[in-house]
């Protein structure tokens, strides 16, 4: 078949920046990746196997000035660039969310400096969670983050960063005075609230539109004297799961200390008409305090859960919750091929009975015969004392702190193998939509954007609620030519 004019250009002028990519690379000194290498598959390799995107080249920067470098060309060429730090965007965001992407891949900034007496910590971009609770608990010290150890720290801080402790010490990126980072045009810049103090509010919820972080200094915290892991499991018909919903979201109305955090976690019932409704948590003050702490859920509960507490350490219980080893280089990463989504729920407006029976509904009967692998976690983010809702609502971009739970719904392919079934995807939104579609047209709802959703229709409202006006400004001050630019990309 021959090519016609036109094709032949443009396969010329692809061949001429793929060359002048690796020229440019190579002269500049930087580790780097392309397509034919023998690395260039495992390099190129997302989390979630649903996709399958095909960088231009893969990089491995070992310093602020090499990622500088790495920008500048890709503006001198026209291309898109994006940072990868742990690689667990859901939507592969951290692969450019495209083929032709240049990457960015920020393994080798690995460093973690803990300052004791000052109680702060820089925190490199390409640590993982794992490792920065190891490193930071031998100083006796401690951060709110998320419970898998393989995450890496770079986008789990840009978006939010929710754990267990996040009532008691808030979410990650509440910890962060300062961003080290470079710009799209190549610039090293710092963010703080006395240097590029609006770069510096919108890092704090939507970072990867902006620049690439090489560093964070955050305050850190002491690690609690002892901490208890809770697990109460439970099998209940569709009143009882709707029931068990509500008095949680009850339980975190009342005067809940700041030291417990929890979920609840659903899943597929034995049998059609149920669902299994387990609540995992950590309590973190003195241990004697807790039974009259849990009580309270408990009394509005069946009766004869099965119980597990686990006692020991505060290393210890991040271990446990991670269910994997902390040091991340003892091993490789694992893969998934998975759909997601979030809802964050409204102090002001809790779940409506209709909203949650016909959830509860959908778990024990469409759950039960789907041949996905999924679950749904209930994370208690709000009620009084919780340190995330603490924060003023406009301190950074992060534009929910007004809520009770932030949903996540989950569902892996038959074997967590590609390709992901079509009818996944509509077992999901439909699973969401029971809870939407049952509640007030005025539900003022909003998404999380570390369970990012490439197919949320809205996102820009879920996800940054009044601050995207503002997140927009931003971009066209720090990326007017949109080199960071990807799915869900706060746009100009």
Not at 40 to 55: E, G, I, M, Q
Not at 137 to 166: D, E, K, M, N
Not at 323 to 333: A, K
């Amino acid at each position: 078949m021959l090519l016609t004019r036109s094709l032949l250009l443009a396969l010329s002028a692809s061949l001429a920046y793929a060359a002048g990519l690796k020229n440019g690379l190579t002269s500049a000194g930087i580790d780097a990746v392309f397509p034919g290498d023998s690395k260039y598959v495992t390099a190129s390799t997302p989390f979630n196997l649903r996709f399958d995107f095909k960088p231009a080249a893969v990089t491995f920067p070992k310093t602020p000035q090499e990622v500088s470098e790495i920008l500048k060309l890709s503006q001198e060429l026209n291309m898109k660039a994006a940072a990868r730090g742990g690689g667990h965007s859901y939507i592969a965001n951290g692969l450019g969310g495209g083929d032709g992407v240049i990457i960015l891949d920020m393994q080798n900034f690995d460093k973690i400096t803990v300052d004791s007496s000052k109680g702060t910590a820089v925190i490199e971009s390409g640590n993982r969670l794992g490792n920065i609770a190891l490193t930071l608990s031998q100083a006796g010290r401690a951060l709110p983050h998320g419970v898998c150890a393989y995450v890496g720290i770079g986008g789990h801080a840009s978006y939010g960063g929710f754990g267990f402790t996040s009532r008691m010490w808030g979410l990650t990126l509440d910890t962060i005075s300062t961003v080290n980072l470079v710009l799209a045009n190549g610039t090293i810049a710092r963010a703080s609230a006395q240097e590029n103090s609006d770069l510096f509010w919108g890092m704090r919820g939507s970072g990867g539109s902006f620049g690439i972080t090489t560093s964070i200094e955050v305050k850190t915290f002491p690690s609690p004297a002892s901490a208890t892991i809770f697990e109460y499991e439970w099998t209940l018909d569709i009143p009882s799961t709707a029931r068990g919903i509500d008095v949680f979201e009850k339980f975190a109305q009342t005067n809940l200390p700041p030291q417990i955090g929890g979920e609840i976690n659903l899943g597929r019932g034995p049998s059609k008409g149920t669902v299994a409704f387990h609540v995992t948590g950590g309590w973190y003050g003195a241990e004697d305090g807790f039974n009259a702490t849990i009580a309270p859920f408990l009394e509005g509960m069946p009766k004869g859960p099965k119980v597990t507490l686990t006692q020991g350490t505060y290393l210890n219980s991040v271990e446990y919750l991670a269910g994997e080893p902390l040091d991340t280089r003892t091993g490789p990463d694992g893969h998934d091929t998975f759909y997601a989504k979030s809802l964050m729920t409204p102090e002001s407006a809790p779940m409506s009975l209709e909203a949650r029976t016909a959830f509860a509904s959908y778990l024990a009967n469409e759950g039960f015969e789907s041949d996905m692998e999924w679950f749904v976690q209930v994370e208690l983010y709000g009620g009084k004392n919780s340190a995330i809702n603490a924060v003023a609502p406009d301190e950074n971009a992060f534009a929910h702190r007004t809520s009770t739970f932030t949903i996540q719904f989950y569902a892996s392919s038959p074997g967590k193998q590609p390709p992901f079934p079509d009818h996944g995807f509509t077992f999901l939104d439909d699973l969401v939509s029971s809870i939407t579609s049952n509640s007030p047209a005025d539900w003022d709802y909003g998404a999380y954007a570390n369970y990012i959703d490439d197919r949320l229709p809205d996102w820009q409202k879920r996800y940054y609620g009044t601050h995207y006006p503002r997140l927009q400004g931003l971009k066209d001050k720090y990326d007017p030519k949109d080199t960071f630019d990807f799915p869900t990309v706060v746009e100009e």
